[in-house]
Nanobody
Framework: QVQLMESGGGWVQPGGSLRLSCVASGSFYGIPVMGWYRQAPGKQREMVAE???????NYDDSVKGRFTISRNNPQNTVWLQMDGLRPEDTAVYYC???????????????WGQGTQVTVSS
């Protein structure tokens, strides 16, 4: 089994910054992709940013230039630095890890429990 532990959410005023962290633990071979998703009330969960174990990143257009995703492979940790936050960024943010549990098995997605980010004045 794989567990994802998130931290770093909270309340911030518009224009402020927050840094989310997610650590993966358990038994697995590797994590090819880690990412952050978010879900606002009444909306579907959407991808915010993803990063491969080789460092390739992908961002939703709404956060490009404001958010930065990074990871440390040996520590199985991914971060999301969020700058220039806007009220529309308010949501529950979820960490996602696409895990390969053995060298030959297909990847399995695991999710964290979510952390609330609220942007308001």
């Amino acid at each position: 089994q794989v567990q994802l532990m998130e931290s770093g959410g909270g309340w911030v005023q518009p224009g402020g910054s927050l840094r989310l962290s997610c650590v993966a633990s358990g038994s697995f071979y590797g994590i090819p992709v880690m990412g952050w998703y978010r879900q606002a009330p009444g909306k579907q969960r959407e991808m915010v940013a993803e990063i491969t174990n080789g460092g390739t990143t992908n961002y939703d257009d709404s956060v490009k230039g404001r958010f930065t995703i990074s990871r440390n492979n040996p520590q199985n940790t991914v971060w999301l630095q969020m700058d220039g936050l806007r009220p529309e960024d308010t949501a529950v943010y979820y960490c996602k890890a696409s895990v390969r549990r053995t060298p030959t098995l297909n990847r399995t997605n695991f999710w964290g429990q979510g952390t609330q980010v609220t942007v308001s004045s």
